[in-house]
C-alpha cells in the first residue's frame, strides 16, 4: 500500500489504531500476488435499508467499467499464517515474513469504513489455511454474512472458496457471496504434488462442483420462486501459475477449455510467476515475470471464449507453446493460409470473425452493414478494423485481384514473408528481453 494511501488513511480513518493499519499494510501486501479478480457480470441494484450497489454488472479490482470507468475494491487477505508450505507461495509456513491475522469484527470495520468514505466499491477477500479447511471457511463465511445482514452491505463481494472446506459452509457463504473462486495454481497433478505436496487437485475440483451444484439448483429454484436468494450470481473463477512448472501453454489451455466446459466457471486467470522464493531449488530462475507469454495466453483464453477457436486448433503437438513473436490469432492465420482470403462482402460470421485485425463487435457491424452497401476498407476503418493486418487476409471493394493496384495477400507473399511486416521492433525487443530468461528446472 503506498505511503500516499497510508497518509490518506491516518486522516480519514482515525478510528483505526496503528496497530490494526499495520495489520493492513501486511495483509493487502500479502494478497497481490492472487490475480483471480476482476468484473463480475452482476448487478445489485440499490435497496431501502442497504448500503452501497454494484454498478453496472461490473465487478470491483481496479478494473475499467463498460463506460471506462475505474472500479476498485478492498482486496485483502484475513490471515497470511498458513499451514500449507507451497513452494510458489510467498505466505508459504516456512517463509520468515511479517504475519498478521485481523479478527472478523475488524475486517468488517475496514470494509465499511473503506466503503463510507469512497475508497472501494466491494471487497476481494481470501485467506491462508489455519488449524483447517473448516476454521477457516468459518471464519470468512461469517463476515461476508456479517456484512450483508448487520452492515447491510450491497457491494460486491469476491470470496475465495477454501479447498476442503465442508459443503455446509460453502453453501452459507455462497448465499452472500457475488463470485466465489478456487485456485488451481498448476495444471497437471504431478507438478502440483513436487510443488505442494499437501495439496492435490481432488481437493480443488470438489469445492468447485460443490459451488457449482449449488448455482444450478438455484437457477431453478428462481424459476420457480421469482424472489429467491441468489447464489453466487456472478460464477466462480480461478488460476493458473505459469512458468513455476515446466507445463506449456497446450498444457494449460487444455486445462482452461476443460473448465470452460463447466456451466458457472466465467474466467481462468493466468499468473506469471514471480520469484518470490529464490532460495527453493525446486522453482526456475526468473529474472523477471514471463508477463508476454502471460499475455499470450489471456488472448489465447480470449479466442477459446469469444471466437469459436477450439484449444487444438491454437496449439497442438507441433506447437505446444503460443508465438510470443505474434499474437495467437494471427500465428493461426499464418499456419493456415489456405483459409484465406475472406470475403468481406460476402463470407459469414464465422469466417470474417477469423480474420487478424478483426474483433467480434466489427465482424458483427460487418454483417450487418454489407446489406446496405457494398464494403470497402474505407468502411473498414470505420468500424475499428485494424487494417494493418486484415489486409493481407481479406478482399473487399477495391481490394480485389481486378484493382490496378491490389493488396498483395498471404498467399501471393508468402506466411514466412509476411510474418516480418506485422512485428513491430517494440514487440521484437519485448520478446527478446522475455527470452533471456533462465528456466532452469530441477530434475
Not at 498458513?82 to 507461495?89: G, H, I, K, P, V
Not at 457494398?374 to 477495391?398: D, N, P, Q, W
Request: glycine share 4%; net charge positive; with cysteine.
Amino acid at each position: 500500500m503506498s505511503r500516499l494511501l497510508e497518509h490518506l488513511y491516518c486522516i480519514f480513518v482515525p478510528m483505526l489504531t496503528e496497530k490494526t493499519m499495520e495489520k493492513l499494510r501486511i495483509l493487502t501486501e500479502s494478497a497481490k500476488y492472487d490475480v483471480s479478480c476482476s468484473s463480475s457480470g452482476t448487478v445489485r441494484s440499490g435497496k431501502k435499508g442497504m448500503v452501497g450497489n454494484t454498478v453496472g454488472g461490473m465487478g470491483i479490482c481496479h478494473s475499467f467499467a463498460d463506460d471506462g470507468r475505474c472500479i476498485s475494491l478492498l482486496k485483502i487477505m484475513l490471515t497470511n499464517y498458513c499451514m500449507y508450505d507451497c513452494a510458489y507461495c510467498i505466505n508459504r509456513r516456512s517463509n520468515d515474513i511479517q504475519r498478521a491475522t485481523l479478527s472478523v469484527s475488524e475486517l468488517e470495520e475496514i470494509t465499511m469504513e473503506f466503503y463510507r468514505r469512497n475508497y472501494i466499491e466491494g471487497l476481494f477477500l481470501s485467506s491462508g489455511v489455519v488449524r483447517n479447511p473448516d476454521y477457516t471457511m468459518e471464519r470468512l463465511t461469517a463476515i461476508v454474512r456479517d456484512l450483508r445482514t448487520i452492515h447491510r452491505f450491497n457491494g460486491y463481494i469476491h470470496l475465495k472458496a477454501i479447498p476442503g472446506a465442508s459443503q455446509e459452509l460453502l453453501a452459507e457463504a455462497g448465499r452472500y457471496a457475488d463470485r466465489m473462486s478456487v485456485n488451481i495454481e498448476i495444471p497437471k497433478e504431478e507438478s502440483l504434488k513436487a510443488l505442494a505436496p499437501e495439496k492435490d487437485h481432488q481437493s480443488v475440483f470438489q469445492p468447485m462442483r460443490l459451488i457449482q451444484q449449488s448455482v444450478l439448483e438455484n437457477k431453478e429454484e428462481r424459476r420457480k420462486f421469482r424472489h429467491a436468494p441468489r447464489f453466487v450470481p456472478a460464477g466462480q473463477s480461478t488460476q493458473m501459475i505459469v512458468g513455476a512448472t515446466n507445463e506449456t501453454d497446450k498444457d494449460i489451455l487444455q486445462m482452461s477449455s476443460s473448465l470452460y466446459q463447466q456451466p458457472t466457471m466465467r474466467r481462468v486467470y493466468y499468473s506469471g510467476y514471480i520469484s518470490v522464493n529464490t532460495y527453493d531449488k525446486r522453482l526456475p530462475v526468473l529474472k523477471q515475470p514471463p508477463l508476454v507469454r502471460e499475455n499470450r495466453l489471456y488472448q489465447a483464453d480470449w479466442l477459446l471464449r469469444f471466437y469459436h477457436f477450439d484449444v487444438n486448433e491454437i496449439v497442438d503437438d507441433a506447437h505446444s507453446h503460443l508465438d510470443l513473436d505474434v499474437d495467437p490469432k494471427l500465428g493461426w492465420a499464418l499456419r493456415h493460409p489456405e483459409y484465406f482470403p475472406v470475403d468481406i462482402n460476402h463470407d459469414d460470421y464465422e469466417r470474417i470473425l477469423r480474420v487478424p485485425g478483426i474483433g467480434t463487435k466489427s465482424a458483427w457491424l460487418i454483417v450487418n452493414s454489407r446489406r446496405f452497401n457494398r464494403l470497402t476498407s474505407y468502411h473498414l476503418k470505420k468500424m475499428c478494423v485494424v487494417m494493418k493486418k486484415a489486409k493481407f487476409f481479406i478482399t473487399c471493394g477495391e481490394l480485389t485481384s481486378t484493382f490496378s493496384q491490389p493488396i498483395i495477400g498471404i498467399n501471393e507473399l508468402h506466411p514466412e514473408r509476411l510474418r516480418p511486416l506485422l512485428i513491430s521492433k517494440a514487440q521484437q525487443k519485448r520478446v527478446a528481453d522475455e527470452q533471456q530468461l533462465t528456466l532452469d528446472f530441477e530434475e
